[in-house]
């Protein structure tokens, strides 16, 4: 070996060496699945599981009960991690008001163990939370606004928010719109991954037309993660979202524009799970929803400008290797959009 060859070596030891540590509570779900995928080009990326199983290339993952106090600590003890992602958690509305003991376990007392131990060795905590810690009364909602959560979900999720904020010296908080994408776990489908499923088998299907959310790529919420981590930014709160809101029936008809899908296979309803009852209203909700979270401390912080929803689909489209077909062009001879 020559010496420059050795000294090249060296080099590339001394930059693993100090690539930064970054362990994911829940790297079998969709967000800690694709987070890892993102950042693990970057940093030593290590991973934890509970019932599923799951292998990244060049990703440690360990099967762990966040639930087990000593299990959490003995992760973050041993791997001492600069960043701990908080990826666990139930997001199902109707599951989490059928199952709500599970989901203040997942979504709450969960964050409660890991950031005990986050604290004690120096790890900065990241916790990703939701636009339902709002009751969407048809307004923008800024960090500020003070959270009157309608469901479970929201309920667990702003204690979450509550207790970091008020417990952490260390900590990102990212409150963030409804993400789409592909999962890496088969038994959990991501609504994306039914969606396609239907268009592809030329299935009819429902879509909520009463509840308005943003919705973003999946990648949107890693790529600013890792300018949060670069930048070590740290006792933030940001919001996340796509610059306009829409129901999953207008989603669902914007991708079958974009990825020249059946629209008429679309049928607008109402899912029953966004009726609930609330300690904070009286009556069944049964009214429109507008979940828009305002992006403006985010785009003047990071420089950046958050795109539409329908952008945000041009940006999956180009990610999966999609094909656009223009207006007017021929279809007969190349296939609308094409996956690896």
Known sequence: MSDDQKKALSYDQIKTKKRKTVLIFGISSFIGSNIAYFLKQDYRVIGTYFSCPVKFPDILTINCDVLNRNSVQTMIYTFRPEITIYAIGMSSLSDCDRQEKIANALNTIGVFNVATYTERYGSKLCYISSAHVFSGNNQIYGENDGPDPLTTYGRTKASAEFFIQKSCLNYLLFRCCNF??????????????LMQKKFNNEEPFSCD??????????????QILKMAIDN??????????????????DFANLYAKIFRANSQLIIKGRWAFHEVR??????????????QLSNDNLENFFGIHMPSIEESLYFTLYRLKGKIIHEGASETNSTSVQFI
């Open 232 to 249: 070590d930014v740290a006792n933030r709160l940001f919001q996340l979202c796509s610059s306009n809101v829409a129901s999953f029936y």
């Open 209 to 222: 037309s009463n509840i308005h959310s943003g919705y973003l790529d999946i990648n949107y919420l890693s």
């Open 278 to 291: 609330s300690e904070y209203h009286d009556a069944v909700i049964g009214n429109l929803r507008y979940f």
């Open 180 to 193: 789409y994408g592909r999962s890496i776990n088969p038994r959990q489908s991501t609504h994306f991954e």
